[in-house]
């Protein structure tokens, strides 16, 4: 029975959202707003049942005793700190700026300088985990982008910087993202379409 | 109703209707799709998991089901549970995680259904579900360990990925875990080709499920990617011939 209630309210709110985009009937642009708004409320209600997932994945870590566990001790209190801090003071306090711009952002940062350093890394091994022609294309184009976007001291390089470099991210790599991007947008349809069908249904586990 | 609306209706509309025409097809025929070497391996991966009682990682991504990304997120919701079955043999259960709370708690329903039709209804763990952070790094950074601590063999990211999959991609070979990626993020993308052992490339990411486990819908869905990937190839020629003869 339930199964049965969950896919009609799918089917339904899909339907209604779909064709409202379509047709421009007045109840059916109500509705499709009303179950929009309800989305977005459903959205935030979610972010808190996820905190209460990290919350209770990491408070099992600690219980149990696993490897670092001590690191799911400094998420607990931090995560307890920030909101208790984050109720009283609100968005926008000094406190709370701080603890975002001298804490959250330096750490983001940090992982970013890594990622460039493991993608170097990545760039190196690349033709040893896929020696082909697809690889040695990719490589030489990085480099080509590169040569022609690094500031050097004598200036643009000739020819890389002003006619291969644009040339490049301007035509092929732009016409090719695109063919990606049109095959991304198909299969989203039809992803789309076979939720409509109920078909696949997450919120039954199917 | 404008062009631009009109033309996207009747793109819907055809698609609803060869969707549905494919699948009755289908259910009597078994589909043949071009071989990918990823999913091959993707398969002798599990089956390795299964054996030696490690676990799978499957990562969803950051996916928002409210914004254009929920469809990658969607796509590996079914991955996952057509994961999720093939090692119901195993002693581990595979470990999702997410940076988007709606998708943890979707991979948690998807599990816990999977473990109990295994099971018969025995009583499933839902620690196993996890949302490992909200922003990027985060999430990544939540689920570095996982990979580390949890005997994991196999690593399957599906969903929407930023550069930042670049880090769970190095994590993986650091751990010599099989890893096979894919995400609707274009600079995503580029990163894991050039970290991820098993790339996929594009609307590759939608056919895992099907690849993993054959059902009709899923096939019929591929059916009609192919189709309408020839009716666009056309009319862009069309557009371009038009174009260059002053007509358009």
Known sequence: ?206 | MNWSVLIAFVLVAGSAGLLLGFAILKRKSSPSFREIPAFTRLHKAIGRAVEDGSRLHVSLGRGNLASPQGAAGLAGLSALRRLADLTSTSDRTPIATSGEPSLAVLSQDVMQASFQEATGGGHFDASGARLTGLTPFSYVSGALPILRDEHITANILIGSFGVEAGLLADAAERQNSFLLAASDNLPGQAVLYASAQEPLIGEELYAVSEYINHTPMHAASLSVQDILRWVLIISILLGALLKLVGLL
Do not use: C
Request: aromatic share 8%; no cysteine.
């Open chain 1, 1 to 206: 029975m339930k199964g049965i209630i969950s896919t009609s309210v799918a089917i339904l709110a899909g339907l209604i959202v779909l064709v409202g985009y379509f047709f421009q009937i007045p109840i059916l642009s109500d509705l499709r707003s009303l179950i929009l708004d309800w989305a977005v409320t459903l959205a935030a209600i979610m972010v808190f049942i996820g905190v209460l997932n990290l919350l209770s994945v990491n408070n099992s870590r600690i219980k149990n005793k696993e490897k670092n566990g001590f690191y799911s001790l400094i998420l607990i209190i931090s995560l307890l700190v920030t909101l208790i801090l984050g109720l009283f003071l609100k968005p926008g306090h000094p406190i709370m700026n701080f603890i975002f711009y001298s804490i959250q952002l330096p750490l983001e940062k940090s992982l970013m300088a890594l990622l460039a350093v493991t993608l170097l890394i990545a760039s190196i091994n690349l033709l040893r985990r896929q020696p082909n022609l697809f690889s040695i294309i990719f490589l030489g184009t990085t480099l080509l982008i590169l040569l022609g976007t690094v500031p050097l001291p004598f200036g643009e390089l000739p020819f890389i910087g002003d006619v291969l470099r644009p040339f490049i991210a301007q035509v092929l790599a732009a016409s090719g993202a695109r063919g990606i991007l049109i095959g991304v947008a198909l299969a989203t349809l039809t992803t789309g379409l076979r939720i409509l069908f109920a078909a696949d249904r997450p919120y039954e586990g199917k």
